[in-house]
């Protein structure tokens, strides 16, 4: 077995735990970061084709309200540009007719990342020494020792992979999930584990669809791509578009629970032929359709994570606690933050929190 010894461990290489990554690496501190996918980003996810990355996970930002991911889209060297929305909108009724409406400008403005929400995470890397970073490294135990923990990587029940001892730990990743999938020795409170377990993971019960096409034939008959439905499988559809030169996209979510998305063929085809019935054809003939469900994804959701969440819910520390173990181990993840937990941007405060937080204890 396996025993490596490190300073800091982060769990989770999505934003939130690249973004501790990239901060401790800017003080030169030692540390490893474990991340249970084969692949950075969590949340964030964009499929490439010819060059074009396509938004699985999130698409925008609000630069007027979002002042961390707006200075990191700066120091990346990240080029953004704003949500497409000329045009007017198009609404479904529950019988199936479609009507056209006002065009709706969103307010904060959204933007987009060229290149992708991917590019942000591809751009941190670029800052982070290599030989910190695994992938394939799920853990399913943290131990507290009597000076840091001990963490085990692998499937508790099967086999054990390797272990890392650390003296301090940033968990970076959705308080909900690791509560539900990781043993913690001892036990944590009853009031943390509630606390953690009764936080949703924003977005974990979501299905993302995204089409591409040569042509924008949408905004050829004045439409911005924007629609919403009371009938489904689509909840609201949105340009999905490049910046510039193509391709063209429509994007969006499916708004049936996640208990009812088992037959992606039947939803596909009932996706596309939405999509013509509010823009026409040839919306039922996309170059590449791409779906997501992300309520199927065991490093996203758990079992708590199916039911539709209808409200953005108010996020804050697990039981208000921002560490626990006399400062061995720190909460970071989104779902963490004081301030826009659930968003981009809230994984970057949880983050910028928790490496603050080390020095402290
Ligand atoms: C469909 C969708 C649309 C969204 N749209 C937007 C948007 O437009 N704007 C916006 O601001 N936000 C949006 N969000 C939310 C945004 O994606 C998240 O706030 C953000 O990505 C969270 O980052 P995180 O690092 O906190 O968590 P995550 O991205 O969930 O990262 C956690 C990481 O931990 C890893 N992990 C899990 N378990 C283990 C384990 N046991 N061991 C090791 N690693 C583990 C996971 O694989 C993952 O990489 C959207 C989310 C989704 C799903």
Same mark, same amino acid.
């Given at each position: 077995? *396996?025993?490596?010894?490190?300073?800091?461990?982060?769990?989770?290489?999505?934003?939130?735990?690249?973004?501790?990554?990239?901060?401790? &690496?800017?003080? !030169?501190? &030692?540390?490893?970061? $474990?991340?249970?996918?084969? =692949?950075?980003?969590?949340?964030?996810?964009?499929? %490439? @084709?010819?060059?074009?990355? &396509?938004?699985?996970?999130?698409?925008?930002?609000?630069?007027?309200?979002?002042?961390?991911?707006?200075?990191?889209?700066?120091?990346?060297?990240? %080029?953004?540009?704003?949500?497409? %929305?000329?045009?007017?909108?198009?609404?479904?009724?529950?019988?199936?007719?479609?009507?056209?409406? =006002?065009?709706?400008?969103?307010?904060?403005? +959204?933007?987009?990342?060229?290149?992708?929400?991917?590019?942000? *995470?591809?751009?941190? $890397?670029?800052?982070?020494?290599?030989?910190?970073? =695994?992938?394939?490294?799920?853990?399913?135990?943290?131990?507290?020792?009597?000076?840091?923990?001990?963490?085990?990587?692998?499937?508790?029940?099967?086999?054990?992979?390797?272990?890392?001892?650390?003296?301090?730990?940033?968990?970076?990743?959705?308080?909900?999930?690791?509560?539900?999938?990781?043993?913690?020795?001892?036990?944590? +409170?009853?009031?943390?584990?509630?606390?953690?377990?009764?936080?949703?993971?924003?977005?974990?019960?979501?299905? !993302?669809?995204?089409?591409?096409?040569?042509?924008?034939?949408?905004?050829?008959?004045?439409?911005?791509?924007?629609?919403?439905?009371?009938?489904?499988?689509?909840?609201?559809?949105?340009?999905?578009?490049?910046?510039?030169?193509?391709?063209?996209?429509?994007?969006?979510?499916?708004?049936?629970?996640?208990?009812? =998305?088992?037959?992606?063929?039947?939803?596909?085809? #009932?996706? $596309? +032929?939405?999509?013509?019935? *509010?823009?026409?054809?040839?919306?039922?003939?996309?170059?590449?359709?791409?779906?997501?469900?992300? #309520?199927?994804?065991?490093?996203?959701?758990?079992?708590?994570?199916?039911?539709?969440?209808?409200?953005?819910?108010?996020?804050?520390?697990?039981?208000?606690?921002?560490?626990?173990?006399?400062?061995?181990? @720190?909460?970071?993840? +989104?779902?963490?933050?004081?301030?826009?937990?659930?968003?981009?941007?809230?994984?970057?405060?949880?983050?910028?929190?928790?490496?603050?937080?080390?020095?402290?204890?």
């Amino acid at each position: 077995m *396996v025993m490596e010894e490190t300073e800091i461990l982060i769990i989770g290489g999505g934003l939130s735990g690249l973004y501790a990554a990239y901060l401790l &690496s800017r003080q !030169k501190k &030692s540390f490893t970061l $474990l991340e249970a996918r084969p =692949r950075f980003g969590g949340r964030i996810l964009s499929k %490439e @084709h010819n060059s074009y990355f &396509s938004d699985l996970g999130p698409s925008w930002y609000w630069p007027e309200i979002n002042p961390k991911i707006l200075q990191l889209v700066q120091t990346l060297r990240l %080029e953004g540009f704003q949500q497409f %929305e000329n045009g007017l909108g198009r609404f479904q009724y529950f019988d199936g007719s479609v009507a056209s409406v =006002r065009g709706y400008t969103t307010v904060p403005a +959204s933007w987009r990342i060229s290149g992708g929400m991917i590019s942000m *995470v591809t751009q941190l $890397l670029e800052y982070i020494p290599e030989k910190a970073l =695994r992938l394939r490294h799920p853990v399913c135990e943290i131990r507290k020792e009597s000076s840091g923990a001990l963490v085990s990587v692998g499937e508790l029940e099967k086999e054990i992979q390797c272990r890392f001892k650390a003296r301090k730990i940033i968990l970076a990743m959705p308080p909900r999930l690791a509560a539900a999938t990781i043993l913690f020795t001892p036990d944590l +409170s009853f009031h943390l584990t509630q606390a953690m377990l009764g936080t949703a993971t924003w977005m974990a019960g979501q299905a !993302k669809f995204y089409a591409l096409y040569n042509d924008p034939f949408w905004r050829r008959h004045g439409f911005s791509g924007q629609a919403f439905s009371q009938k489904g499988p689509l909840g609201e559809i949105h340009d999905g578009s490049a910046d510039k030169n193509g391709p063209y996209g429509l994007t969006g979510f499916i708004n049936i629970p996640a208990a009812q =998305r088992n037959h992606e063929e039947a939803l596909t085809e #009932a996706i $596309l +032929s939405q999509i013509e019935a *509010v823009y026409g054809k040839p919306a039922d003939q996309p170059v590449l359709f791409y779906y997501q469900d992300w #309520a199927r994804e065991p490093y996203t959701a758990t079992q708590f994570d199916q039911p539709p969440m209808r409200e953005h819910p108010d996020y804050h520390p697990p039981a208000g606690q921002t560490a626990i173990w006399d400062g061995v181990l @720190h909460f970071a993840g +989104s779902e963490t933050a004081d301030q826009y937990g659930g968003y981009l941007e809230g994984a970057l405060s949880s983050a910028q929190r928790a490496v603050m937080n080390l020095s402290k204890y």
